[in-house]
């Protein structure tokens, strides 16, 4: 999907992290904001920013959506727009993935209504860590210094090819990833719904091409594990 | 050996004594200390008492003779007076101010005077006796002196003596205090109009009236007429006297109107801080408290989860709307700028919070409660959230623990859901816990089950737990270090974290099984 368009609606704050992370990583993505004052801000930050009246479905449209369009991401500062935009995509494509955030309650059930795929909410995130931090700080600290920091510690999903030796293994019987120095973490089956599914559940999965396996390690070793089991 | 070496060898040896200020140290606590449990079971005893003794006496009228109330009320008298010296005793520390002083002299080459120094150990302890309450203490005791039975009316000042005791009580006491210029105006007047009609109806119906022979009944009349009690035992009998008694009526009405509307207002106006200082009384009694500034929606949420793991929380927030929602759902909420060192000082944060959350909306407020708060209590775990991601290095800085940015955060999981949107689903799943799946430390102390055995022996996968790391704690840096995903012989130690991973239920019976003491 890199070749996806990624749009970035709201020039928030929020936005610009996305930004810097996808860019990074060689996302392709495009920045847009009704604002001609968020054009100038972004620049400063050292990216191109669209400016559109969002309001317009023609406007839309001409940015992609419903032709290369991969991802939307509603992250204006104020719901009315994200829940207004929300909607305005979810018409013209049904099907592209909108991940919108928000900053009220109510908010949450309207965006679920207009037919965000992913809802992030912010307070909620940070009261959820703050609450975990003091209830189990070991915890966080550990989550926050590997997953999210710094630390050479990385989660990475590997998809099962159809020459890897996993295709067609049983999870249970093949240890054989347990000399690498990671964590497999669960699966994400082919043939069953779309969720997660975490190791310890403790299901017995025959893997197949296409499933997706999430490990935490070293990226190091994740990269060893790839090449040794032809993941992709 | 001069008289002054020896007042000041024996201050200096008081000062140094151990046990002497261990004792004085527990008549505190029993006596002062408005937070020590001790004084507040004294306190109730001692209304108890009080009021025993004010029975018996009211009892020991018609039967004196009753010798076990003769017992209740000396057992009474002589815990008031112990009480009264002990009281005494404490307020101020004698061989402190001797030594005070003394050092003086000396630091500045100036002669000492045993004098000087008395004189002002004396000064403060009057202090004390005339103190009010202790003038209420005195009266209550001296009575039951032998050569003072007259005095036995003062014995009723015991019921006085529950002033100590109550707060409520204090608070009457202030709303005087504070409206004393108004009351004072009134009583003035009050008094000159009294002044004024007893002398009136003094002149005018001595003669005529065979009531009023003395000014003493004439202020009688003129006070019970003035009170709109009227009696009707001293009646005016002259036209003269029926003017004055009509004028006095009516200012009367006055005085009284006024009066009452003074104590009315000032009392409404107590009545807030007495509602607050409830508040305060309440968070007092709180030993160990999280206090959470600016109740948004993060604090909203923290506090959320916080109450219903049974966490004492204290919230703090300017708007007086949010307060009041967070008051509504059971929990302890103060108007107030949570910047101001001076309401966290009365909080008792540096004591008494474990955790300080800053979570306002403006990253400056934030980093100044950051800065208030750790300035009060070095110990205290602070906790900010952070607006402006750039900003967070100044919050680390200002002594925050934790910094965490929203933005950071999102960012970094909606670039996930585009690159890796398996391994988002499980970050989410993780970060939010709402696939049942968590997160959690298992301590490993001196006496756990597992202690001193290795990974493998935990058999974690069959008990459904991914073992994502240890944390160990080096017992002479205090430092700690995580080794993740540790070697099947990784062999645990005392003061070990397991970081595992599972449903919380198996978590539960893992950590169950953790705290059964080992077979040896």
Redesign the interface.
Known sequence: MNDALILLFGFSRTALEIATKLKKQGYAFRLVDYDPAALVKAQKEGFDLIVCDYGDDDALESLGIAQNVGFVFCLFDDDVHNVFLTLSVRAIDPNVPIIATTHTKDAVHKLEIAGATTILDPYQITGKKIYKLITQPEVMQIVETTIFGEEDVNMAQLTVTETSPLNGTLLSQYSAWKAYNMLLLGLHDKEFNKEFIFITEGHTHKLDAGDVLVVIGSRSEIRRFKTDFCLE | MSLAALVIRFAYFLDTSVSYRRLKEAARTLLEYPHSKIKFYFDIFMVFLVVLSVLCLLYEVKHPDESILEWIIQGSLFIFILEYLLRFWIYSDSHAIVIEDYEYALKNNLPFSLGRALVKVVRKKLDYVFSPLAIIDLLAILPSYRPLRFLRIFLLFRIFKLFRYARSMKTFAAILHEKKFELLTLAIFAGFVIFAGSSAIYIFETNQNPKINTLFDAIYWSIVTMGTVGYGDIVPLTQEGMAVSMVLIILGVCVLAFLTSIIVSSFQNKLVELKENRLYYDIEKLERY?LICGY???????AK??HE?G?ALVIIDTDAAKIKLAQERGLIGIVGDASKSKLLGTLGIEKRAT?I?C?TNSDELNIFITLSARSLSPHA?I?A?VI??AHKKKYLLAGAN?A?S??????????????????Y???E?????N?G?V???IFVHEYSFFNRQTVTALSLSSR???L??I?RQDESTCEKY?F??PADDFVLQPHD?L?V???KH?INAFRKQNEKRSRE
């Open positions: 999280i948004g929606r993060v604090g909203e949420v923290v989860m916080l793991d966490n955790h959350i979570a775990t906790i959230r402006k991601a934790y965490f929203a933005d950071e955060t999102i960012g970094l999981l909606g670039a996930q859901l585009v690159t890796q949107p398996v391994s689903a499980a970050l799943g993780i970060l939010s816990e696939t799946i997160f959690e430390s459904r737990l991914l994502f790391g944390v995580f993740f995903n974290s970081i991973m599972g449903r198996a």
